[in-house]
């Protein structure tokens, strides 16, 4: 079919939104679909405590933000299809949050002028542990320590394979794929993934997406959040770890050595035969932080390392053994002291505003190029920092849209942070920086395309753009979704033209429909 033909196919099946959004229709239907206390326009006294209270990056939370005609803190299913149906109804977009930790804040505020409602979903937040099953099922809204929180005090030797931080919504986590410290044993987060509940762009839900619908089951696990509908809860495969697993931390100067240990380490990423052992690596200022997670006891981690990496200088003194969810409360909270009831803690800070881009590093960048890396950028800047992730395993680059997988060697997050309180030197400052080493890496990082992790969110790569018929285009979502999906792009740009034809789910990087 012609893109025309199919355009004035969507046009009978009337699909498209009203040409103007009607606010005060739309938030008269939810005031008649549901209770009033769960619905905060803008002239609720507690519109800005709401808007604020998942937020990790205040810096979208100016003067000159654009702002929600007001917040849906959904708190059953119901309240979700009845916020799109209102939605649809009156020309009204959902931006949807569940842990509120997006990079560029599009779960929460828009970019240019738009009238458009956030569907918080953190009062979905049940997390039902099936031990006999090895599986759980997890509300939307829930954050990873929850998760593991539950998991761990249901059954000790139970886990999930998701990433550090506490405080980060499932639903967004997994919606881009989900990498973390146990990825190369047991796969990213959405590799574990055994069904879901979403409601389409109809409102409707769908019970089982794994057996209703295999393309969209397939793109919801690690395909971008906010395109295809909202998924509501995930079944998850749980995985059987030891019952004492062992962490170690350790940190070198530059002057000790950190250049050559990062050269090091980045060799022994694509061994096969060490999946318990996962080295994660933080280089700030002159400094390496080396964090080591290995599902067995220090016994069996200090052989490895006396085999393989034997620089490190690792001794019993180092370990600390422990259950995977205490590893997970220190490593997470950044204390071997801290109680596994600090991963409950849902509260934010507002007073950094932060900057983040990634890279994918397919080959070692070498002794000499992390010297380089230190003296000519690091050094220069305390407040930057860059986080190394190993991947590896034999995951197809297409089990799921999570394509980093074959001959990558590591993810990099560059993260630079400014008070809120800085001048406006300050942040030119931060962000100058940050534009100079991630220029500068490009000679080290993948290339045609240079890839990037959906789950770190970067509008500085592109962003979609409108065509006349009101859809995103596929051509301007071409420009950062290949970098973000590579060759499941176009697969998964098909899935949202099937499933959300008149594109209804997006922001400045959801998935554009592809009209076939």
């Known amino acids: 079919m012609s893109r025309m033909l199919a355009i004035l196919s969507l046009l009978c099946c009337n699909v498209f939104l009203p040409s103007l959004a009607d606010s005060d229709d739309f938030l008269q239907c939810l005031s008649e679909t549901m209770p009033s206390e769960l619905v905060y326009p803008q ?21 000159t933000t654009v702002r929600p005609l007001c917040i849906v803190t959904a708190s059953a299913v119901p309240h979700v299809q009845a916020a799109v149906r209102c939605g649809r109804a009156h020309g009204v977009r959902l931006r949807v949050r569940s842990g509120g930790h997006d990079y560029e804040g599009l779960s929460y505020r828009s970019v240019r002028p738009e009238e458009f409602a956030v569907l918080d979903l953190s009062r979905l937040r049940t997390v039902d542990v099936r031990p006999g099953e090895a599986a759980v099922w997890v509300d939307a809204g829930a954050t990873l320590g929850e998760l593991y929180y539950a998991i761990g005090t ?37 590799d574990n993934v055994i069904d879901a509940w979403i409601v389409n762009a109809d409102g409707n839900v769908i019970h089982s997406v794994a057996s209703a619908d295999q393309d969209l089951f397939w793109a919801i696990r690690g395909g971008g959040g906010e395109s295809f509908g909202v998924v509501v809860a995930w079944r998850l495969r749980l995985s059987m770890v030891e019952a004492m697993v062992t962490v170690v931390n350790v940190q070198r100067t530059l002057d000790q050595g950190a250049a050559a240990l990062v050269a090091k380490w980045e060799t022994l990423i694509l061994r096969p035969f060490l999946p318990d052992l996962t080295i994660r690596v933080i280089v700030q200022d002159r400094h390496a932080f ?40 220190f490593i997470g909270l950044s204390s071997a002291d801290a109680p596994v009831e600090g991963l409950l803690n849902r509260t934010n800070d507002l007073s950094t505003y932060v900057k983040n881009k990634s890279d994918y590093v397919r080959r070692a960048i070498g002794r000499a190029g992390w010297e380089s890396i230190f003296q000519q950028h690091l050094s220069r800047f305390g407040a930057g920092l860059m986080i190394l992730e190993p991947h590896g395993g034999a995951v197809p680059d297409y089990a799921t849209p999570y394509p980093h997988r074959q001959g990558v060697l590591y993810n990099i997050q560059y993260r630079v942070s400014w008070g809120v309180e800085a001048n406006g030197t ?14 500068y890496m490009e000679q080290f990082v993948t290339s045609n395309p240079r890839e990037a992790f959906a789950n770190y969110w970067d509008l500085e790569i592109g962003e979609n753009v409108i065509g006349v018929d009101g859809v995103t285009t596929y051509e301007s979502g071409r420009v950062w979704g290949e970098k973000y999906f590579m060759g499941n792009f176009r697969r998964l740009a098909a899935v949202k033209g099937r499933v959300d034809s008149g594109d209804y789910f997006r922001n400045e990087q959801s998935i554009p429909p592809l009209l076939q």
């Open 426 to 439: 300050a942040a030119a400052a931060a962000t100058g920086w940050l534009g100079e080493l991630y220029g």
């Open 290 to 329: 080396i964090q080591t997670l290995f599902l067995g006891r220090c016994s069996c981690l200090l052989r490895t390392i006396r085999a393989f990496f034997p620089e490190l200088g690792v001794t019993e003194s180092d370990c600390r053994e422990m259950t995977w969810l205490r590893a997970m409360a």
């Open 154 to 190: 249901a059954d000790p030797r139970l886990a999930f394979p998701s990433g550090a931080c506490p405080t980060i919504g499932i639903s967004g986590y997994l919606s881009g794929g989900g990498i973390g410290m146990m990825m190369r044993k047991y796969g990213i987060g959405a």
């Open 43 to 63: 002239s609720s006294t507690a519109f800005m405590s709401v808007l604020e209270s998942s937020v990790q990056n205040p810096r979208y939370l100016t003067n």
